[in-house]
C-alpha cells in the first residue's frame, strides 16, 4: 500500500471540485451521484501507479467500475426525476443555516472523501493481485451477489414507487419481504467481499477497518438509522413492516 497518501490526495481533490458545482446549483447531494464513480478513479489510479495490473487486478477494477456505473446512474437517475435537494441534506443546510455554503466543504465533501479513501483500502490492494486463490475467488462473488442484490433491490423499489396508487405505501414483495432494506445489504456484501480480495493480494489486517467503517455507516448513521427516523411519519403502515421484516439481514418475515 505505497500509494495511500497519494490517494488520499486524491479522494480530497476529487471531493473538492464536486463542492463549486454544489455552490452554483444550491445542491450539495450531487456528492452521492459520484461517491460510487470515485471509489471506481482510485482502483484505476492505484493500477496507474503500479504500473499496470495482472488479470485478477482487472477482475476487481471491472466489478468495482460496474457496481460504481450502475450506483452512480441509479442515484443520478433519481436526482432528475426529483428534482430537489436530498432531504438529509436539505435539514443540514436548515440547521448552518447562511455558514453552509463554506461549511458544506470539510462536513459534506471532505468528510465523503476521507471516509471514502478508508473504505478503499482493500480494494487497493486487491487491484495489485497476482494470480487466483479459493480467497479471491470468494471475495469476488461476494462482491458479485452483493452488486446483483443492490441492482434488484433497486429495480424492485424504483418500479414499485413509479406505480399510480402506491405513493405513501410500503414496499414488502421481492427482496424487500425479507428485508427493509436489501440494498444497503447488497453494499454490505460488496465490501465485505473486497475485504477478503485485498487479504487474498495481501492487504494488512487493519484494512479491516474499511468494511466496519461502511458497515456502521449502512445500519447506523447513512443507512438504515437514518432512514428510519423518520419514515414512520410518512408512512404509517412502516410501523406493521418493521414489526414483521428483518431490519437488514434477509430473514423470513414473522406472521402479523
Same mark, same amino acid.
Given at each position: 500500500?505505497?500509494? *495511500? ?35 471506481? %478513479? ?27 456505473? @450502475? ?20 435539514? %443540514? ?5 447562511? @455558514?453552509?455554503?463554506?461549511?458544506? *466543504? ?30 479471491? *475467488? ?32 410500503? *414496499? ?39 468494511? %466496519? ?20 411519519? @410518512? ?22
Amino acid at each position: 500500500m505505497a500509494h *495511500l497518501w497519494i490517494t488520499l490526495a486524491l479522494c480530497l481533490t476529487l471531493m473538492s471540485a464536486l463542492w463549486l458545482p454544489s455552490l452554483v446549483l444550491r445542491d450539495v447531494s450531487i456528492v452521492d451521484i459520484f461517491w460510487a464513480p470515485v471509489f471506481a %478513479i482510485v482502483g484505476g489510479a492505484t493500477i496507474w501507479l503500479e504500473g499496470g495490473a495482472q488479470l485478477s487486478g482487472w477482475i476487481t477494477q471491472t466489478l468495482v467500475t460496474l457496481w460504481a456505473l @450502475r450506483l452512480g446512474g441509479h442515484i443520478l437517475i433519481r436526482r432528475w426525476k426529483s428534482g430537489k435537494e436530498d432531504h438529509r441534506y436539505t435539514a %443540514i443546510r436548515r440547521k448552518f443555516g447562511a @455558514r453552509f455554503p463554506l461549511l458544506s *466543504l470539510p462536513v459534506v465533501f471532505w468528510l465523503q472523501g476521507l471516509l471514502l479513501w478508508v473504505i478503499s483500502w482493500p480494494l487497493q490492494v486487491a487491484v495489485t493481485a497476482i494470480g487466483t486463490t479459493p480467497l479471491l *475467488l470468494a471475495g469476488w462473488l461476494m462482491t458479485a451477489a452483493g452488486v446483483l442484490v443492490e441492482a434488484l433491490a433497486d429495480a424492485q423499489l424504483t418500479a414499485f414507487r413509479s406505480q399510480r396508487g402506491n405513493e405513501g405505501r410500503v *414496499l414488502d414483495t421481492g427482496l424487500w419481504r425479507f428485508s427493509r432494506h436489501p440494498n444497503y445489504f447488497g453494499d454490505f456484501l460488496i465490501w465485505w467481499g473486497f475485504f477478503l480480495a485485498g487479504i487474498a493480494a495481501g492487504a494488512p489486517w487493519w484494512t479491516v477497518l474499511a468494511p %466496519i467503517v461502511m458497515s456502521a455507516l449502512l445500519l447506523h448513521f447513512s443507512g438504515v438509522g437514518l432512514m428510519e427516523d423518520t419514515i414512520t411519519e @410518512r408512512r404509517p403502515d412502516y410501523r406493521r413492516y418493521i414489526q414483521r421484516t428483518s431490519a437488514f439481514f434477509p430473514w423470513p418475515p414473522a406472521k402479523d
